[in-house]
């Protein structure tokens, strides 16, 4: 990320949940405020879902992680679980909706400091009001030390915590991921859905093509895709750091469980999933 801007990729996965409610009606990911928070109208919207024939399976993917996060996150609440923590937030609109208000429980937003300041700035601008469940907390995944950080802004150290980390992993490098994971496993109970990528090999050509443009515009906005895992390597970490229920959900399974609720989805496979974790 640029020192001191947002991140641009935060804006594009915005704009792809809100043109799922345009498009596809909200039917994977229902969320009244994506289109709220960006203060974008439809056309802009619709343009930039319009832009590459391939953007469909961005919205798919986009989609599908927050509903398969925010499902076992729905199940963890019911168990008993009281503290989400979500990481890289961006504009996510989770605390908003939140559908658990009656359970107390605690949202905390970890995100890089520019991304978050601007987030405020957004909400502000739009009317809406940060809830009192939220609690918002700056950080550098590279830099900073996350339980430090969350532990000064209330987080309870000693009880369970349900972990989203959503878009954020293929940005950090190997240390900063690592870090992370260590800081989750170091909470009794603790839950994590991610998304990682796959190296390239493992997509179809025309995806392949796709995200090498991706690549390009992403070096402008100085966001990088640093890190990739095969299946077999990141469940080999995960269980070196102490998670042994891993589900990892690969494409074809997310296209099968949600591709039909996407409009003109069009055909091809990319190497991303989205794993479940249990410590
Ligand atoms: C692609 S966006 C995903 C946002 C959100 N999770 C979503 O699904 O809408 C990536 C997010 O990771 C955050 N991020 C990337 N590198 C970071 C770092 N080194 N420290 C803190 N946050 C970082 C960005 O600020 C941004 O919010």
């Known amino acids: 990320m640029k020192p001191n801007e947002p991140s641009r990729t935060a804006l594009n996965v915005a704009r792809q949940r809100a043109a799922h409610q345009v498009l596809d009606h909200g039917s994977i990911l229902y969320d009244p405020f994506a289109m709220k928070i960006l203060r974008e109208d439809e056309k802009d919207v619709l343009q930039f879902a319009n832009k590459h024939p391939l953007a469909s399976i961005g919205r798919l993917v986009t989609t599908a992680r927050s509903r398969i996060a925010e499902d076992a996150s729905s199940r963890a609440i019911e168990r008993g679980i009281r ?19 009656a359970r107390q429980i605690r949202i ?43 532990i000064a802004a209330g987080f ?18 190997q240390d900063a991921i690592d870090r992370t994971l260590d800081y989750m496993s170091s909470i009794q109970h603790s839950e ?38 095969e299946p077999a390597g990141m469940a080999a970490i995960l269980r070196s750091h102490g998670f042994s229920a891993i589900e990892d959900i690969n494409f074809q399974e997310i296209t099968s469980r949600f591709g039909r609720a996407v409009q003109g989805l069009a055909p091809g496979q990319a190497g991303v999933h989205v794993v479940h974790a249990k410590h």
């Open 192 to 229: 994590v859905v991610f998304d990682y990528m796959e190296p390239p090999e493992a997509s179809s050509e025309e995806i392949r093509q796709f995200e090498k443009e991706r690549t390009e515009e992403l070096e402008k906005v100085d966001e990088h895709w640093v890190s990739r895992f």
């Open 156 to 173: 309870q150290q000693n009880s369970p915590a349900f972990f989203t980390w959503l878009g954020v992993v293929p940005y950090l490098t």
């Open 83 to 101: 503290q989400i923590v979500i990481l890289g937030a961006g504009l996510d609109t989770f605390a908003l909706r939140n559908p658990h208000g």
């Open 108 to 150: 905390y937003e970890v995100d890089h400091p520019a991304t978050q300041a601007w987030k405020r700035d957004r909400l502000a601008e739009a009317q809406i009001t940060l809830p009192p469940c939220l609690i918002l907390v700056p950080i550098d995944f590279e830099r900073d030390d996350v339980g430090e950080k969350l």
